[in-house]
T-cell receptor, first 112, second 110 residues
Framework: DADVTQTPRNRITKTGKRIMLECSQT?????MYWYRQDPGLGLRLIYY???????NKGEISDGYSVSRQAQAKFSLSLESAIPNQTALYFC???????????FGPGTRLTVL | GQNIDQPTEMTATEGAIVQINCTYQ??????LFWYQQHAGEAPTFLSY????GLEEKGRFSSFLSRSKGYSYLLLKELQMKDSASYLC???????????FGDGTTLTVKP
């Protein structure tokens, strides 16, 4: 089984809809991250969390919110989706001793 | 903040050696990472440099010069499966997070 899973893997939605992307991990890591990736570009950090009670904004948090329900779960919400939020979204985890990150398989989101 | 530059695209021949450069400007420094990302897939960790010098891991090596804000990833004995995007990421001091460059798309030709 994969260490970091994301659901759904693909989603097509309409402008104005509320969308939730979910991430679960079995690595036992405290730190979790949400990124978006646009074609030809690197990863941009949306939100990150160092533990259940810690939530931090990344460089592009506007239009997004997150919830850290448990150490193993970190959800990303788009309150009112817009077309320029069409992108590939990745969840990642890391532990305290090593900052290398482990990525989920990604969610491809299309907003029409 | 961090500013990370790497070439957009590179092409090399199977069996050859290729060097992918990364320059960065950062306020504080905690380490530099290289990730490999095949098209449509998740990035996977390749290497981590925190001290100056060369780190070798099989066909892949990574070099860091903190004073110059410079790193490179060296891929030897290129294989077709090495065709991918290579992402340089910098972790500032005490931040617990990384900033990624836009990646270098490497195409390996027969």
């Amino acid at each position: 089984d994969a260490d970091v899973t994301q659901t759904p893997r693909n989603r097509i939605t309409k402008t104005g809809k509320r969308i939730m992307l979910e991430c679960s991990q079995t690595k036992g890591h405290d730190r979790m991250y949400w990124y978006r990736q646009d074609p030809g570009l690197g990863l941009r950090l949306i939100y990150y969390s160092f533990d259940v009670k810690d939530i931090n904004k990344g460089e592009i948090s506007d239009g997004y919110s997150v919830s850290r329900q448990a150490q193993a779960k970190f959800s990303l919400s788009l309150e009112s989706a817009i077309p320029n939020q069409t992108a590939l979204y990745f969840c990642a985890t890391s532990d305290l001793s090593s900052s290398s990150q482990y990525f989920g398989p990604g969610t491809r989101l299309t907003v029409l | 903040g961090q500013n990370i530059d790497q070439p957009t695209e590179m092409t090399a021949t199977e069996g050859a050696i290729v060097q992918i450069n990364c320059t960065y400007q950062t306020s504080g420094f905690n380490g530099l990472f290289w990730y490999q990302q095949h098209a449509g897939e998740a990035p996977t960790f390749l290497s981590y440099n925190v001290l100056d010098g060369l780190e070798e891991k099989g066909r892949f090596s990574s070099f860091l010069s903190r004073s110059k804000g410079y790193s490179y990833l060296l891929l030897k004995e290129l294989q077709m499966k090495d065709s991918a995007s290579y992402l340089c990421a910098v972790s500032p001091a005490n931040a617990g997070k990384s900033t990624f460059g836009d990646g270098t798309t490497l195409t390996v030709k027969p």
